[in-house]
């Protein structure tokens, strides 16, 4: 099945650029510009591109981000620290982002006869991000199912969607990903802040997972805090 991939340069996009790889026929990936704050992910998307053999292809729609304002992503807005659980995270939304991203792969996968456009949402991300929730996904495709009836037939792969983020990790694992390789925190320091809500839940994934985790984080143990506190909220 030729699959093109969504990738961030995360640990969960890139692990499942390798499970594709793998196990169909990768096309190529493609990362957005989507007016963040930092660019380092897509260092990493490239690199994940070039590791695979396969083209990559950043779309800028910075313009488009520029209109979806508010967000600690793309704003002058502080990035919170703590566990995705807690309601200070859903500063990070950026309304819409993956119904955009996904309408433009679909776009360019039907262009080049692909089967597929794989993108790596997962359960952990279900209580904040309603673009990554099972509902969105089942009517996200249902909706280009009509949008490209009788020019092409495009599945919508996301195998982690009800999967924690530590299942990616063992996955990755087993798929031999160079997990160094990825970037996955929000404030775009030299290393991973460690504190943000995607760095707490990285570095929990790869303790739940009991994978080694190779990341150098700024603060290593604040994750233990963060995970304790959304517990008791």
């Known amino acids: 099945m030729k699959t093109l991939v969504i990738c961030s ?27 963040q704050r930092h660019k380092k992910e897509l260092d990493y998307a ?30 002058d807005v502080d ?15 950026v309304p819409n982002r993956n119904a955009i991203m996904l309408a433009i792969a679909f776009g360019a996968a039907a262009a080049e006869n692909a089967d597929a456009v794989a993108a790596a949402v997962h359960g952990g991300d279900h209580f904040i991000y309603p673009d990554c929730r099972p509902a969105f996904i089942d009517s996200f495709e249902e909706m280009q199912r009509h949008a490209l009836d009788g020019y092409a037939a495009v599945k919508l792969y996301t195998p982690f969607v009800h999967l924690p983020k530590s299942d990616i990790a063992a996955e990755g694992s087993r798929l031999k990903v160079p997990f160094e390789e990825t ?48 517990k008791g909220a």
């Open 9 to 35: 340069g995360g640990l969960d996009s890139v692990t499942l650029a390798h499970k594709v790889a793998a196990e169909a026929e990768l096309t190529r990936l493609i990362s957005f510009d989507y007016g």
């Open 46 to 75: 490239r690199r994940c591109a070039e590791r695979l053999g396969v083209p990559h292809n950043v779309i800028d729609i910075a313009n488009v981000g520029a209109l979806l304002s508010g967000s600690a992503l793309t704003d």
């Open 79 to 93: 990035v919170p620290d703590g566990h995705y659980e807690e309601e200070t995270m859903k500063v990070t939304v």
């Open 183 to 230: 970037w996955s925190c929000y404030k775009g320091y030299e290393h991973h802040c460690g504190r943000c809500g995607t760095c707490v839940e990285r570095r929990e994934a790869f303790h739940v997972a009991n994978v080694e985790d190779p990341t150098i984080y700024q603060d290593p143990d604040y994750w233990l805090e963060a995970v304790e506190k959304a």
